[in-house]
């Protein structure tokens, strides 16, 4: 039986493939709990046997098998100093963040009834209309979730429109927390592999995250 041990003082942050798959849909289960409450974290807290104890449940050696699965998969990542998410006002927050996300720098950030909390790169009327769009792609995903999700299997989770080479000039996504949900609309490519889109889900997670 493999034996799992800790080899040094790490505090436990979620990568972008972790944030992502925390928020990309609203199903429960013990890989996407755990890394929510990372992101309900206002620091990034450090990784002993008592937390993870006392964050799963679980033993020390089941614990720690948890954590290396975690990290095999991509989705936590061991820091050598904590860090502290943004503190500063939502608004403030996202501008930046959203320019980040998108390969053009447009990007919009909306709740769930189509409000817009931030944007980047789009005009004040674009936003709000591209707002108002995404909650209705986000509320049609929800009632087809059993179609797109168990039957048909789909492994995406956003939204397009593409264009004639099937290349997605707008794209939406929802990010859930538990039963709140968000919505981020990027024009171009997305990045998300990148540290700004971790810090946007963990701004919207400390703030938001009791919701799970």
């Known amino acids: 039986m493999d034996r799992y041990t800790l080899t040094g003082e790490y ?11 925390a928020t990309c849909r609203p199903v429960k ?5 755990f890394l929510h409450r990372l992101l309900h974290e206002p620091e990034t807290p450090a990784l002993t046997v008592g937390m993870l104890k006392e964050w799963t449940g679980l033993d020390e050696h ?6 290396y699965r975690l990290q095999t998969s991509g989705f936590i990542q061991g820091l050598p100093t904590p ?3 943004p503190m500063d006002s939502i608004e403030s927050i996202l501008p930046p963040l959203l320019a980040k996300l998108s390969d053009d720098g447009k990007a919009v950030l909306a709740e769930q009834r189509g409000f817009q909390l931030g944007a980047a790169g789009y005009t004040h009327e674009v936003t709000e209309e591209l707002a108002a769009l995404g909650a209705d792609l986000a509320s049609v995903q929800e009632r087809h979730a059993r179609l797109l999700h168990n039957n048909l299997r789909l492994r995406a ?6 264009n004639a080479s099937g290349y997605s000039e707008i ?15 990027l ?10 889109f971790t810090t946007l889900i963990w701004s919207l997670g400390v703030r938001y995250g009791h919701a799970v």
């Not at 436990?12 to 798959?21: C, E, I, Q, R, V």
């Not at 794209?171 to 609309?185: A, K, M, N, Q, R």
């Open 11 to 21: 505090y436990l942050h979620p990568t972008p493939g972790g944030a992502y798959y």
């Open 29 to 33: 289960e013990v890989a996407r709990s």
């Open 62 to 67: 089941d614990g720690l098998e948890f954590i």
């Open 83 to 85: 860090l502290r998410a």
């Open 157 to 162: 989770d956003g939204w397009g429109i593409v």
């Open 171 to 185: 794209g939406f996504w929802p990010l859930y927390f538990g039963s709140e949900y968000f919505i981020l609309v």
């Open 187 to 196: 024009g171009g490519m997305p990045r998300f592999n990148q540290p700004a």
